[in-house]
Each structure stands twice: as C-alpha cells, then as structure tokens.
C-alpha cells in the first residue's frame, strides 16, 4: 500500500460520504455528484487492488495480516458498487443517504487498512 495513495482514498471517501449525506438530509435524489463521486471511489478501489498486488512483490510488504487487509479492501470495493446500483434503481434521497453512509464507512475502512499496512502491532507478551 503506498501511504499517501491511502490518505487520497480516505479523504475522496469521506468527502462523498459527508456531501452525500449533506444532500441526501435536503432530500436530493441521487444525482451526478453522488454516482460519478462513487464511480471515481470505486476506480481509486480498484487501483488499490493493483497496488495491493504489485507492492508485496516489490518489496513493501504489510506489517499486519494481508488476509484481513484484503478482506477490508474487497469488502469497501462490494459496498461502493452496492451503492452505486442502490442509486441507479432507486431513484429517492434514500439512495444518496446510503451513498453517504458508504462513503463514511469506506473512509473508516481504508483507514484501518493503512494501519494493518504500516503500524508494528505489540506482540501479545508484551501485554497489548
């Protein structure tokens, strides 16, 4: 993972998920903001997932469990195309609620990859 590829991703992430939310509360339906805004999440995702691939093989492998790394990025790639759909079918300010809250949590989630990715964990014996 490369760091400030992760900081881009969380920023993009959280800024849809606040606006989203922030249009979806007037009670704007799902327009070209939200969509293309999880469309670009979607595809800074799918770049995460080549990057994902090609660092360990270069030399930067993660701190943390890649299992629980990769099930983190696949997991907020499924959520991000879940919404997506969600929005294309339903047509209400429900769906650009549920863009928000994605957003939100695919933030959060792609912080949490950058600290299985980069931060020693204490070892158990030393009481963490």
């Known amino acids: 993972m490369i760091e400030w590829f992760g900081v881009v991703q969380i920023v993009a992430a959280a800024a849809l998920g606040v606006i989203a939310l922030a249009l979806g509360g007037i009670g ?9 805004g999880s469309v670009l ?4 995702l799918i770049a995460q997932v080549v990057v994902g691939i090609v660092q360990p093989l270069v030399g ?8 629980e790394w990769w099930l983190y990025l696949v997991v907020a790639l499924l959520l991000v195309i879940g919404g997506v759909v969600w929005a294309l079918i339903d047509r209400s300010r429900w ?18 990859m950058t ?3 980069f931060v020693q964990t204490v070892p158990a014996a030393l009481g963490a």
């Open 60 to 67: 930067n492998a993660p701190t943390g469990d890649i299992v």
């Open 28 to 36: 704007r339906r799902p327009d070209d903001i939200t969509v293309l």
């Open 115 to 117: 600290q299985i990715w």
């Open 41 to 44: 999440l979607a595809l800074l």
């Open 95 to 112: 769906a650009t609620l549920i863009i928000g809250v994605v957003g939100v949590t695919v933030a959060i989630m792609v912080f949490r």
